[in-house]
Structure formats: C-alpha cells, structure tokens
C-alpha cells in the first residue's frame, strides 16, 4: 500500500492555521505568554476529537494531548506489546518577524526563476541566494506576501501529524500501536516543554516535527546556556562629570568590543564550533544590562566559552574602578545525543522510514535547541525530523507542498516500523 496522504486537505490545513496568529511573547512569564495561541489551540482540540482520538484535552497551560489507539490485524502477537510513540509540534511562530494577518501564496509549478513577493518588492527568492531552492523546480512552493513571516516553523508539523491521523483512521488495515499526540506553546521563546505533562502523554519515545527541508534526523543538539551581565556604572549631571561618571553604556559596548571579530559568533562558525552572542542590550548611563546566548555541543565547551566571557566581563570591571559588574548563567538544555544513544532504535527507525519514503536521509547535529533536547533529559527520547519548511522566522520563509506530503509519508512508515519491530521498555530515568 502507498503511504500518502490527501494533499489537498493537507494544504487546506496548512493555510488555515498559518493564517491564525499565534506569536509568542518573551517579556511575559505566564504559559501561554501569548493570548492568541488559545486561539489556535481551541481549533485543533476540536480536530482531534474530530478525527476520533481517545482522551483528547486542552490543558489549563494550552498544552493539547491526544492518543490514536494502536490497530493491528486480529490476533496480532504484537497486540499489547508496542511502545506508545509520540509526535508533537509547537503551535506558536517566533516573535522576531510579525505573524499577524499571514497572506500565504502558493507559486505552483516552481520554474526555477525568481519568486517575487508581492508585499516586499525588495525581497526575491532565487537558487543563487537561496540553495535549496534550485532542487525544488516542478514543486510547488508556499511562501508568505513579503510582509510577515510564514509560519511553517511549525505549523507545517502541525498540518502533517493531523493528515497522519486522519490517514490512520481512513486506513484502518496498516498497522500501528498507540500513537499520542501533542501541540504546544511558547517553543520559540525556549519555554516549549516547561509545563510539559511527559508522564500524562504517555509514550515511551517521541518525534518532533520541527526539522528543515526534508530528510532530516536531528539527534544531537548544542549544548545551551545564556548570561545575563549587568554594569553598575556612576550617573552625574553631564556638564559636571569630569572624572567622576562612569557610563555603564560605555561599559558595555567595550565588553562587545572585546569580543572577537572573526570568531566564537554565530556568523563566524559553522558545523559544530560553539559561540557567544550577545542578544540584547538595555540599560542607561547607571545601569545596563546585557544578554549573551552561550552555545557548543559538549559541557567542556560551554564552561570553556562561558569563562572566556567572564574574563573580559572582569577586564572592564577593572579598568574603570568604581563601576561593579554582575554574571548570572541561566542553564537551558543539554546536548540530547547522550539520552538517545540509550535507545538507539528511536533515530535508526527514523531513518530506516525516510529512505522506505525514497528520500536521501540528512542526519547534521541542529545549530540551535528542540524541545526534544529537554524531553530527552525529562525520560522521554525525542529526536527531531524535517516538516518541510525553510529560512524559518524570516519574511522569506518558504515550503514546498510535496516536502510536507514527504513528511507525512516518513511518519507514517515510521508508525508502521514500531509496530513491526519496537519493544516496550519504559521512560528513561530522567536526568537534571
């Protein structure tokens, strides 16, 4: 049997949502930090229970669950015995372009030339500037109008689990266990998996749908952390602070400047080279306060590049005597490789299921964080694999259709690889 599922109702599905704002919000603490995810939320409970899963339910924190329950032929001996897997997708886009009043376009036939997006003129795709997209002629490419981002990050992830489903349901006769179902808040904002009901979702591993293009297999992630550094500098009326004010702001910007300029930078490495970067800078002439993201894919890194910012953190402090300077090291995630390697089948079934779907599989440590970095250490293994989409949290985010189509086939091989091969053996012990 072919594992495809109903492109149009697919794509139906996808402009729907993409056209539903759902930005999250970084300056709020509370979860949802965003109102208008509740929006989004509501519809796609009543899509579960439409669909027809068991113990659908929309918690106090927008968090929504939902379990498919396993179908094998009658008098399987593998009835009962097939661990619960798990697909999540986050329902909220990133807060650094607008996902307000989304206007997708879908270029059909994609001719390989420039697409122009009609609300920025300024704003052209083309394969010179955009490498993926010379593989993509004859596809049919969704692209916003230029003037918001998309929402394919990761609303294409959404889309795809809810055409699995209804594939499962229509399609009875392909075997499967139980799959459980998840949409979350706040991932953009690094807050995806804070109120995460791991033990109520029931599974025993899980996939994210959140990866780039297509073919992906994410199972090793940076090692994070962020610093918070605050100068304390001293305000005097300006026509009177000859040797006596020290201007934190000034402070600040030699700390910057102290930085190197063609290295241990997001725009200077690549591949696994970790980096500092500095992400905010608020303050005045008495007090400013800086944010860095710290990144590298082992401990030893992150401590290594942490110190390294400490040190020049203290060079400043010390040249200008008077001021004071404070660190504080936020802990995010860890590096889930080390969680993963304890049940090696969750990523070899997944990539056992995207060349059964015909596609190359691309398997690259992620430059950045999933909520399956955190899942993995709270028991509950969780790579990541490709929804499809490209250039996320940009004005020039794009997908094509068949990726996603792509996607949903993978998923539902994959579905089809537990049941014939997978054996329950519980959470893992969760790890700080």
Same mark, same amino acid.
């Given at each position: 049997?072919?594992?495809?599922?109903?492109?149009?109702?697919?794509?139906?599905?996808?402009?729907?949502?993409? @056209?539903?704002?759902?930005?999250?919000?970084?300056?709020?603490?509370?979860?949802?930090?965003?109102?208008?995810?509740?929006?989004?939320?509501?519809?796609?409970?009543? +899509?579960?229970?439409?669909?027809?899963?068991?113990?659908?339910?929309?918690?106090?924190?927008?968090?929504?669950?939902?379990?498919?329950?396993?179908?094998?032929?009658?008098?399987?001996?593998?009835?009962?015995?097939?661990? *619960?897997?798990?697909?999540?997708?986050?329902?909220?886009?990133?807060?650094?372009?607008?996902?307000?009043?989304?206007?997708?376009?879908?270029?059909?036939?994609?001719?390989?030339?420039?697409?122009?997006?009609?609300?920025?003129?300024?704003?052209?795709?083309?394969?010179?500037?955009?490498?993926?997209?010379?593989?993509?002629?004859?596809?049919?490419?969704?692209?916003?109008?230029?003037?918001?981002?998309?929402?394919?990050?990761?609303?294409?992830?959404? *889309?795809?689990?809810?055409?699995?489903?209804?594939?499962?349901?229509?399609?009875?006769?392909?075997?499967?266990?139980?799959?459980?179902?998840?949409?979350?808040?706040?991932?953009?904002?690094?807050?995806?998996?804070?109120?995460?009901?791991?033990?109520?979702?029931?599974?025993?591993?899980?996939?994210?749908?959140?990866?780039?293009?297509?073919?992906?297999?994410?199972?090793?992630?940076?090692?994070?952390?962020?610093?918070?550094?605050?100068?304390?500098?001293?305000?005097?009326?300006?026509?009177?602070?000859?040797?006596? %004010?020290?201007?934190?702001?000034?402070?600040?910007?030699?700390?910057?400047? %102290?930085?190197? @300029?063609?290295? %241990?930078?997001?725009?200077?490495?690549? +591949?696994?080279?970790?980096?500092?970067?500095?992400?905010?800078?608020?303050?005045?002439?008495?007090?400013?306060?800086?944010?860095?993201?710290?990144?590298?894919?082992?401990?030893?890194?992150?401590?290594?590049?942490?110190?390294?910012?400490?040190?020049?953190?203290? *060079?400043?402090?010390?040249?200008?005597?008077?001021?004071?300077?404070?660190?504080?090291?936020?802990?995010?995630?860890?590096?889930? @490789?080390?969680?993963?390697?304890?049940?090696?089948?969750?990523?070899?079934?997944?990539?056992?299921?995207?060349?059964?779907?015909?596609? @190359?599989?691309?398997?690259?440590?992620?430059?950045?964080?999933?909520?399956?970095?955190?899942?993995?250490?709270?028991?509950?293994?969780?790579?990541?694999?490709?929804?499809?989409?490209?250039?996320?949290?940009?004005?020039?985010?794009?997908?094509?259709?068949?990726?996603?189509?792509?996607?949903?086939?993978?998923?539902?091989?994959?579905?089809?690889?537990? *049941?014939?091969?997978? +054996?329950?053996?519980?959470?893992?012990?969760?790890?700080?």
């Amino acid at each position: 049997m072919e594992f495809r599922v109903d492109r149009d109702d697919l794509v139906q599905k996808f402009l729907s949502f993409v @056209k539903i704002e759902t930005t999250s919000n970084e300056d709020n603490a509370a979860t949802p930090s965003s109102e208008c995810q509740w929006n989004l939320a509501k519809i796609l409970k009543e +899509e579960l229970q439409r669909i027809g899963l068991d113990n659908v339910r929309l918690d106090d924190h927008c968090y929504i669950y939902g379990v498919l329950p396993e179908s094998l032929p009658a008098g399987s001996p593998r009835a009962g015995k097939i661990p *619960a897997v798990g697909l999540i997708a986050h329902m909220d886009v990133s807060p650094a372009v607008s996902g307000k009043d989304v206007k997708p376009i879908i270029h059909r036939n994609y001719d390989g030339g420039p697409i122009r997006l009609p609300g920025a003129p300024e704003l052209v795709l083309t394969p010179e500037n955009d490498k993926p997209l010379g593989e993509c002629k004859g596809l049919d490419i969704i692209t916003s109008d230029g003037t918001t981002l998309l929402g394919a990050d990761d609303k294409a992830g959404i *889309a795809i689990i809810l055409s699995v489903l209804q594939f499962l349901q229509k399609n009875p006769e392909v075997p499967h266990g139980p799959v459980h179902v998840a949409f979350t808040p706040d991932e953009e904002i690094g807050r995806g998996v804070d109120k995460f009901d791991v033990e109520g979702f029931g599974a025993e591993v899980a996939y994210t749908l959140d990866g780039a293009g297509q073919g992906e297999v994410e199972d090793e992630t940076f090692c994070a952390d962020a610093m918070d550094v605050t100068f304390r500098g001293i305000n005097v009326h300006p026509g009177y602070a000859k040797n006596k %004010m020290i201007n934190s702001i000034k402070l600040a910007s030699e700390l910057i400047e %102290m930085l190197p @300029k063609n290295a %241990m930078s997001p725009e200077t490495t690549a +591949e696994r080279q970790g980096y500092v970067h500095p992400m905010s800078v608020k303050g005045n002439e008495e007090l400013t306060e800086l944010k860095f993201l710290i990144r590298d894919f082992t401990d030893a890194g992150l401590k290594e590049l942490e110190r390294t910012l400490e040190e020049k953190v203290r *060079a400043v402090e010390k040249a200008h005597p008077g001021c004071s300077a404070e660190t504080k090291v936020k802990h995010s995630y860890k590096n889930m @490789k080390v969680m993963l390697d304890q049940r090696p089948e969750t990523t070899a079934f997944a990539e056992e299921a995207i060349r059964a779907a015909g596609i @190359k599989v691309h398997k690259n440590p992620i430059r950045g964080g999933t909520d399956g970095a955190r899942l993995s250490f709270l028991g509950l293994p969780t790579p990541n694999l490709s929804a499809g989409g490209l250039n996320f949290h940009g004005k020039t985010e794009w997908v094509p259709i068949q990726y996603m189509e792509n996607a949903a086939t993978v998923c539902l091989h994959l579905l089809q690889l537990w *049941a014939e091969k997978g +054996e329950k053996k519980g959470l893992l012990p969760k790890v700080d």
